[in-house]
């Protein structure tokens, strides 16, 4: 049967959300207030969406746009955790049209995709993609490999399911040792940049402004798609995590730890809190989000020698269990190939 779609001007935010709570991969960074995080911080955020012949949203994407000058009206265009695809072939086709035209109109040098496909295998993604003519990146903004944990069984399960030396640190020590877990309100937030900031310096890694965390927590904590968790020692707080929640997935997306008190293992204490967070908040997996892209004999063989780039967190997130999954990684829509054979030749340099 033949269906008529269009291309649905100026989506409601409110619409978009419901579209993409329905939707099997809806994910915490297609939903419009990840769009209004980031356009508090350098994007500007568009939701371009397809509707059928009643109106109801089929498919569609929030894209990101970045300047790379203000005095250069040239951009580059960045869909994390999407598109959110029809059913219907014929709706995706004129979804890939509507993107092309929204980037074109926003300068885009290129487009980079990175879909959500760790949750659930797709094994038609990449043909699809590569039918739209994207190409494989190997420059990803999101880490592509990652570990998921199932949350569906009860405690005892997912306890099980972690190595003994992580399940031990986890419910016993922390707890042994006189570790205090909150969840965090927004005066915690100082503290949380605190530990974010001797992280960042200890492990050698960029961390966001002060602000960004806390307009993070402002936009997803009310509602409870986000908490703020810390672990803390006779008043001290020594270790904290903002873990993301979207539908039934479950994102460790921010982590901090002081350099104080490691002994009493703060950081196994509060991950450990945030898994049992997302769980009674209805999570059935839990994303650590990010190890190296490695594959799992690689991982198992180098993860006590190496500590550069994601390696240094590898070996916590190890312990916990779950799967080691791979996406289809980044996928490049190039719109301007002068101007991004350039802009690749300056990220070679940069490297």
């Not at 009310?222 to 672990?231: G, K, N, S, V």
Request: aromatic content about 12%; hydrophobic content about 40%.
């Amino acid at each position: 049967m033949f269906m008529t779609y269009q291309i649905l001007k100026n989506t409601p935010a409110d619409a978009w959300d419901r579209f993409v709570d329905a939707h099997i991969d809806g994910h915490t960074l297609q939903c419009s207030d990840w769009g209004r995080l980031k356009s508090d911080f350098g994007w500007q955020a568009q939701i371009v969406a397809i509707t059928d012949a009643q109106g109801q949203i089929v498919a569609g994407v929030q894209l990101l746009y970045r300047r790379l000058h203000r005095l250069i009206p040239l951009s580059i265009g960045y869909i994390p955790a999407g598109p959110l695809f029809a059913a219907d072939p014929a709706a995706n086709k004129l979804l890939w049209q509507a993107i092309d035209r929204a980037a074109t109109r926003h300068g885009a040098i290129f487009v980079k995709v990175e879909p959500c496909d760790w949750y659930r295998e797709r094994p038609e993604l990449p043909v699809q993609l590569a039918a739209a003519g994207l190409k494989p990146s190997v420059q990803t903004i999101q880490p592509p490999r990652t570990v998921v944990i199932d949350l569906s069984g009860d405690e005892d399960a997912i306890l099980k399911a972690m190595n003994q030396s992580t399940r031990y640190k986890a419910s016993k020590v922390a707890p042994k040792k006189d570790i205090v877990i909150r969840v965090g309100t927004r005066a915690d937030l100082d503290s949380f940049n605190a530990l974010m900031a001797v992280t960042g310096d200890r492990d050698s890694f960029g961390v966001h402004a002060p602000e960004y965390y806390r307009r993070a927590y402002e936009l997803f904590a009310p509602d409870e798609r986000c908490a703020l968790l810390i672990a803390s020692y006779e008043g001290k707080d020594l270790a904290g995590v903002m873990v993301f929640r979207h539908g039934t997935k479950a994102c460790y997306l921010y982590g901090a730890s002081s350099n104080e008190e490691r002994n009493r293992m703060p950081t196994f204490g509060v991950q450990w809190a945030a898994m049992r967070w997302a769980r009674e908040h209805g999570a059935t997996c839990y994303d650590l989000w990010g190890i190296p892209d490695s594959d799992e004999a690689t991982l198992d063989a180098q993860f006590e020698s190496r500590h550069d780039g994601l390696w240094g967190v590898y070996g916590f997130k190890r312990g916990w269990g779950g799967r080691v999954v791979r996406s289809v990684g980044a996928w490049d829509k190039v719109y301007n190939p002068p101007a991004y054979k350039l802009y690749q030749l300056i990220l070679k340099r940069r490297a």
